[in-house]
Nanobody
Framework: QVQLVESAGGLVQPGGSLRLSCVAS????????IKWYRQGPGKEREWVAR????????NYAESVKGRFSISRDNAKNTVYLQMNSLKPEDTAVYYC???????????WGQGTQVTVSS
């Protein structure tokens, strides 16, 4: 059974930090690039960050560049999203996505709520 399970988010004060993780099972993790998306209240889902299957290349949405960092540990089938200098506009449900370009296959996590507020 394919699963992507995000860690619990939470409530963070502006300027604070939070690390999300996403643990994969049921498929060959090393064949998939991993992306994080988010959907804020009343907004469309937007792409946040991406890491290639080997972890050798990453890129970020302009809105989070310099504040967020994506990484992966292929031995643990886990991807991380380190979020620093959080802003209220980062409040959203964050989703982990696994994508394999060769087949077009996508898997999604269930999402985790991150709220940035004082």
């Amino acid at each position: 059974q394919v699963q992507l399970v995000e860690s619990a988010g939470g409530l963070v004060q502006p300027g604070g930090s939070l690390r999300l993780s996403c643990v994969a099972s049921g498929f060959t993790f090393t064949n998939y690039a991993i992306k994080w998306y988010r959907q804020g209240p009343g907004k469309e889902r937007e792409w946040v960050a991406r890491i290639t299957d080997t972890g050798g290349w990453t890129n970020y949405a302009e809105s989070v560049k310099g504040r967020f960092s994506i990484s992966r540990d292929n031995a643990k089938n886990t991807v991380y999203l380190q979020m620093n200098s959080l802003k209220p506009e980062d409040t959203a449900v964050y989703y982990c996505n696994a994508h394999r370009a060769l087949t077009g296959r996508d898997y999604w996590g269930q999402g985790t709520q991150v709220t940035v507020s004082s």
